[in-house]
């Protein structure tokens, strides 16, 4: 117990630290890419996820893993992913973004936090009526990791699947480049010369930004001190990342963000006097009916949040930053759909989109669409006077 805990202490310091100095935020990724075509954190996040695939396939493979994290799959995952990612577009910070803020000293996000809380309680009061009512109705099959349905190696399968994301990436990059934008009308039965080597441009492109990141990354950590106090390229922190992800997958299982802080919410409630475990959805889903207590992942959590802060407060980011009153909406509302719309799903963007997609399961593609749709909308509505790139 002490090594997993060892574990969990470790994997959390570093995680933190990744987040923070990449500013590795699903929001950032999402967001500022539709509403600009910024997609340096998007780069980051497809980096972490594609990686993490590959070594969890491999791991998996060969036996060196704890367990996948299936949920049934249904309307479920695009219910709750969209109201998520309104969510968490509004409160300006995913559930990953959100814990690296709050070590970082924004108050505002420690807020954000304990409104997250608040929908985790009021999900766990409303849950045998949502079980019945909502659960039951919009699921339609037993959750499932394609990785364990195939007799194909599962390498080879998360090399493939990665493979094929990359060149669906290159594909929409090289058409933007050879002049066929997202928003242009197009024949979808028209082949021209521009469309066939749309693929071909974005891998090209893809190379050579490669290969200037990686020279770059040298040139930069031959003076490691300074490099390690500058704000980190994300596909850097998607490096940290992957490697956390996977020491934490093969001792104890994906990574989770808001499980645990459902958890978390639990626990405090049970200090103070409140019977949680009697409530069916912590006693008997969250704590498996073990009791409530503090487990390994709740553990890795809060030592995101302690990583986070020491990166900050190495790179001299580090300052309590108290919210100006017209962001306090922001965080109660956008907390409140966070916490209540990753229990509707189940999961949130780091269950879903980053673990969910790595360990390919059929659930968190569901629900990653509508975290993605939810946040496309948001990111319309709050800029609708001035337009959107994308």
């Not at 626990?267 to 008997?284: F, I, K, M, R, T």
């Not at 017209?326 to 509302?333: C, D, G, H, I």
């Not at 989109?353 to 360990?359: L, N």
């Amino acid at each position: 117990m002490v090594a997993t805990l060892l574990v969990a202490a470790v994997v959390g310091l570093t995680l933190g630290a990744f987040l923070q100095k990449g500013r590795f935020c699903f929001v950032n990724a999402f967001r500022d890419f539709f509403a600009y075509k910024d997609s340096r954190v998007t780069k980051g996040v497809l980096a972490a996820t594609f990686l993490t695939m590959i070594f969890w396939g491999i791991a998996y493979q060969f036996g060196y893993y704890q367990g996948f994290w299936t949920p049934n799959w249904g309307l479920t995952g695009l219910v709750g992913g969209f109201i998520f990612g309104v969510g968490m577009t509004y409160a300006g910070g995913c559930a990953s973004g959100t814990l690296y803020r709050a070590g970082e000293g924004y108050l505002q996000f420690w807020l954000t936090l304990l409104f997250m809380g608040v929908g985790y309680a009021g999900f766990t009061v409303a849950f045998p009526t949502l079980e019945r009512t909502y659960f039951e109705p919009l699921t339609f099959g037993e959750g499932v990791s394609l990785f364990t349905v195939t007799s194909v190696p599962a390498g080879l399968v998360g090399l493939a699947v990665a493979g094929a994301g990359l060149l669906v990436y290159a594909t929409l990059v090289g058409r933007s480049s050879t002049g066929t934008a997202f928003g242009e009308r197009a024949d979808v039965a028209q082949f021209t010369p521009s469309t066939l080597s749309a693929p071909v441009v974005g891998l090209r492109g893809f190379a050579h930004g490669t290969i200037a990141y990686v020279r770059g990354l040298v040139r930069a950590w031959r003076h490691p001190i300074a490099a390690s106090k500058q704000p980190w390229d994300p596909r850097t922190a998607a490096l940290g990342i992957t490697a956390t992800a996977v020491l934490w997958f093969t001792q104890v299982s994906i990574v989770g963000v808001t499980g645990p802080e459902a958890r978390w919410t639990g626990y405090l409630l049970s200090q103070v006097g409140v019977d949680a475990g009697s409530y069916e959805y912590w006693g008997s889903i969250l704590f498996q009916g073990q009791g409530v207590g503090v487990t390994v992942d709740m553990v890795m959590i809060a030592f995101v949040i302690v990583g986070a802060f020491l990166a900050a407060v190495w790179s001299g980011d580090f300052a309590l930053r108290v919210p100006k009153r017209r962001r306090l909406p922001n965080a109660v509302v956008g907390g409140l759909m966070m916490g209540a719309g990753s229990r509707l799903a189940p999961g949130c963007n780091i269950g879903n989109i980053y673990s969910g997609i790595a360990e390919l399961s059929v659930h968190s593609f569901i629900a990653s669409i509508g975290i993605v749709a939810g946040v496309y909308v948001m990111t319309h509505w709050i800029y609708r006077e001035v337009g959107c790139a994308i």
